[in-house]
């Protein structure tokens, strides 16, 4: 079975300083990741994913991640925090393998950001 | 945005009362989901569809049903509601392939 693990559960960094968000996951072959986003009271909105190709991904709002196999990783940057990133962040991943197109979610990180 | 919608966005029942959470979407994607968010879980898969009148269960699936009847709608029944089910339920809708899944706005539940 596939696990998502998202270290730190909350993250707090300055405005304009850079924003990293860990996400490692096991699977027994590559799957497809994804970073949600949640803002208070509102649902998850897709930030970024991978499937194939360019293990570099560049999402919304000027985030990105990189895939990299060989340490079974998906992290979040964003080089210049801002006070409208503050919310919940998600890392999911998703089994190649099978139809269903079922994700597995990590735990959540909250990110606040200091003025 | 996925056109998605639930109903009703936010109610509270007493333990032991059947609920019925509704799902709408008007995009026609083939899947559907169900899904529970408790602060330190994440989300988790309580069922989900694969089409019309096909369902499957998640992880979390005990004390809970679901039905489709038509693409577009897809609903979750607690039977006989427990505290353990208070929670936040987020319906998703997704195509098949590359897994990215559509979320709508979320209904908070309270069972006293």
């Known amino acids: 079975a596939q696990s998502v693990t998202q270290l730190g559960s909350h993250v707090s960094v300055s405005e304009g300083a850079l924003v990293l968000l860990r996400c490692n996951y096991s699977?027994?072959?590559?799957?497809?990741l994804f970073w949600y986003v949640q803002y208070p009271n509102q649902g998850l909105q897709l930030l970024l994913k991978y499937t194939t190709g360019a293990t570099l991904v560049k999402g919304i709002n000027g985030f990105e991640a990189e895939f990299k196999k060989s340490e079974t990783s998906f992290h979040l940057t964003k080089p210049s925090a801002h006070m409208s990133d503050a919310a919940e962040y998600f890392c999911a991943v998703s089994d190649r393998e099978t139809s269903g197109s079922r994700l597995t979610f990590g735990e959540g990180t909250q990110l606040t950001v200091n003025p | 945005d996925a056109g998605i919608t639930q109903s009703p966005r936010h109610k509270v029942t007493e333990t032991g009362t059947p609920v019925t959470l509704r799902c709408h979407q008007t995009e026609n994607h083939r899947y559907m989901y169900w899904y529970r968010q408790d602060p330190g879980h994440g989300l988790r898969l309580i069922h989900y569809s694969y089409g019309v009148k096909d369902t499957d269960k998640g992880e979390v699936s005990d004390g809970y049903s679901v039905s489709r009847s038509k693409t577009e709608d897809f609903l979750l029944t607690l039977e006989s509601a427990t505290s353990s089910q208070t929670s936040v339920y987020f319906c998703?809708?997704?195509?098949?392939?590359?897994?990215?899944?559509?979320f709508g706005p979320g209904t908070r539940l309270t069972v006293l």
């Open positions: 998703a809708t997704g195509l098949a392939g590359v897994g990215e899944q559509f």
């Open positions: 699977s027994s072959v590559p799957p497809y």
